[in-house]
């Protein structure tokens, strides 16, 4: 597959009415597909356990998007063949008086990758560019009055770039999927949530409310992937009208991002090497001692 019409850096011009949501990429959904995602999950897999071993690098992936773009599903399948131990999912919500006690980035920054781990944000510092923009929550969320002035968002977006430049720089790599719906496919999920009694329990009236600020919300997604797109943390804009299509793309693109590190198994030093050989006859010869009388 290839993810480059999809990735974004340095775009001052992009827009985001240039993406389609409904793109399959020429795929049709089928055997053929789910056997493209079960190989990129188990690609995944030994990657991560790689990482691991390696213990070098951490990856950080965060899923921004609108209301049932689809995120904890695709959550739910990156995670399939992943081992628990090395990898976090944290799901960021309205912060808690806590954290609106501290400076933006501070509730994510115990929340980034250990080293050799896979940090999963369901939402992220981004919100504090999207939903707090879109409903002017600054104020409610305790910034003094005097900085926040006409340069506040600018100033933001850059915090972001350099905050991203700084994980970057120590081993963090950075990979961010915008979940891109149409409005029409919102309501029909949303409308799924409502027939279903099984999903009764994802509907919520917030949700609906969101909508009505769609267009709000599409305008400061845009700004925000202009300014925040950069070579070393670039966006990806991910068609997410079709979830099988989304899923694909998405795994595809974390196996290569994850691809490109260089990751190797620790390799044991000569002298360690040549005591296997004696480890090996010590084990051998207890074997040995506990073989029972014949
Ligand atoms: P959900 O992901 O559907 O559980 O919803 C979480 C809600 O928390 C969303 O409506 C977000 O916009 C909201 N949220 C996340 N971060 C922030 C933030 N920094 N300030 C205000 N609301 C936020
Ligand atoms: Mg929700």
Request: glycine share 4%; aromatic share 10%.
């Amino acid at each position: 597959m290839d993810a480059k019409p999809y990735r974004i850096e340095n775009d001052q011009a992009f827009k985001l009415t240039d993406f389609k949501t409904r793109d399959k990429g020429g795929l049709s959904k089928g055997p053929d597909v789910r056997e493209m995602l079960k190989g990129n999950i188990r690609q995944l897999a030994a990657l991560q356990n790689k990482l691991y071993a390696h213990n070098k690098y951490g990856v950080l992936i965060i899923l921004q998007a609108m209301d049932a773009a689809g995120k904890d599903s695709a959550i739910k399948h990156i995670c399939s063949g992943l081992n628990p131990q090395g990898v976090v999912v944290t799901p960021f919500k309205q912060p808690s008086t806590e954290e609106l006690d501290h400076d933006f980035l501070w509730r994510s920054h115990q929340h980034l990758p250990e080293r050799g781990n896979i940090a999963i944000f369901n939402r992220s510092y981004y919100e504090d560019v999207l939903v707090v923009k879109v409903h002017d929550l600054l104020l409610d969320q305790n910034m003094p009055a005097e900085l926040v002035d006409k340069h506040i968002w600018e100033n933001r977006y850059r915090q972001i770039r350099d905050y991203e430049r700084y994980m970057h720089e120590n081993g963090i790599q950075v990979i961010k999927f915008f979940l891109h719906i149409s409005k029409d496919k919102q309501a029909k999920r949303f409308l799924d949530r409502i027939d279903n009694p099984d999903k009764n329990w994802k509907f919520s009236a917030a949700d609906l409310r969101e909508r009505q600020f769609w267009g709000q919300y599409q305008q400061a997604y845009e700004e925000m992937i202009r300014q925040t797109a950069t070579r070393h943390a670039p966006w990806y804009i991910i068609p997410s009208d079709h979830k099988w299509y989304a899923r694909l793309l998405i795994s595809d693109i974390i196996v290569r991002q994850i691809g490109y590190l260089p990751l190797e198994y620790p390799n044991l030093s000569d002298q360690e090497k040549s005591k296997l050989k004696d480890y090996r006859l010590q084990l051998e010869g207890e074997l040995q001692d506990e073989r029972p009388d014949s």
